[in-house]
């Protein structure tokens, strides 16, 4: 049993789902998604709202979730997966990297892992370590060929370009091979007169969020960011683990579709409010229709 939301702007839209996204995955067509962005619930965190997963349970419980993630994304399609270790008697477990050979054994592509540093994470003191001030987001992919924008996030060049770049010596002329053996080298001529540069894979982010009511949330620049780089208008962006709705909220704003699952009722109620004034506020919006379904 689920229950299912329709809110419609314009020529876009996002379908809700109130349920289990272990059950609620198996109704969705194979090959039928650009891009997943998610943050399933942390290992033995958000007890109140999601239960808690223990660590040595954690793989088990995410593979078969991993598993219908694989068929319903497209063949050039992107996977992000927000997760975060936990340390277990003064020691860090293993968990993240165990489901990560698990998920490669179910034909995942561990592409490329992004960091997201927490600009303004809250202090505090502990004997043996420091505060956490990042989180691993990880990029699967089905094949070694996927589609990607990288035009899309490139961010200015910076101050150091304009003394690094006013004089350049015979080296910075030609390709400089790294003095390691490496294979690696660079061409620093190639960059006169550039304003934009692409990004690293380090995202500074704020933790702070408009979405005040739930246990849990990622700034919306977050998903916004890989909404860019992976997908155009009119490509369909699913979160298994919606919560205040962030990912759909975002992706109604850049024109994208959206799918998203969530297993809270109050949470539901909470993405459908923000999805809908989301919805409501775009210049071009058309009509706003609702469509409740129950299965």
Request: net charge positive; glycine share 6%; hydrophobic share 35%.
């Amino acid at each position: 049993m689920y229950k299912a939301k329709k809110i419609i702007s314009g020529k876009y839209a996002s379908e809700i789902y109130l349920g289990d996204c272990t059950e609620v995955l198996k109704t969705l067509p194979s090959n039928s998604v650009d891009l997943i962005v998610t943050s399933p619930p942390y290992s033995d965190q958000r007890k109140n709202t999601y239960g808690g997963i223990h660590p040595d349970k954690y793989v088990e419980w995410f593979t078969p979730i991993s598993s219908e993630l694989l068929r319903v994304l497209k063949p050039t399609g992107t996977f992000i997966l927000n997760i975060k270790k936990k340390v277990v008697e003064g020691e860090r477990h293993t968990y993240v990297l165990e489901l990560i050979l698990e998920m490669r054994k179910q034909g995942w592509l561990w592409t490329e892992e992004f960091i997201w540093h927490k600009r303004n994470c809250y202090p505090g003191k502990w004997p043996n370590r420091f505060r956490d001030s990042w989180e691993r987001l990880l990029q699967f992919n089905k094949q070694k060929k996927f589609t990607m924008y990288q035009d899309e996030v490139m961010v200015p060049m910076g101050e150091w370009a304009k003394t690094r770049l006013a004089k350049l010596s015979a080296t910075d002329q030609e390709r400089d091979e790294s003095k390691v053996g490496s294979g690696f080298g660079k061409n620093v001529s190639k960059w006169v007169g550039r304003d934009m540069a692409y990004p690293t894979n380090v995202l500074h982010l704020a933790t702070q969020s408009s979405n005040k009511n739930h246990s849990a949330t990622f700034p919306e620049e977050l998903p916004r960011w890989f909404m860019r780089l992976f997908t155009k208008e009119g490509d369909v962006i699913l979160d298994p683990f919606l919560g205040s709705g962030t990912t759909c909220k975002v992706s109604i704003e850049g024109e994208r579709n959206s799918i998203g699952i969530e297993l809270q009722e109050d949470n539901y109620l909470l993405s459908l409010r923000n999805i809908e004034n989301a919805a409501i506020s775009e210049n071009d919006f058309e009509q706003l229709n609702l469509l409740t379904t129950n299965k």
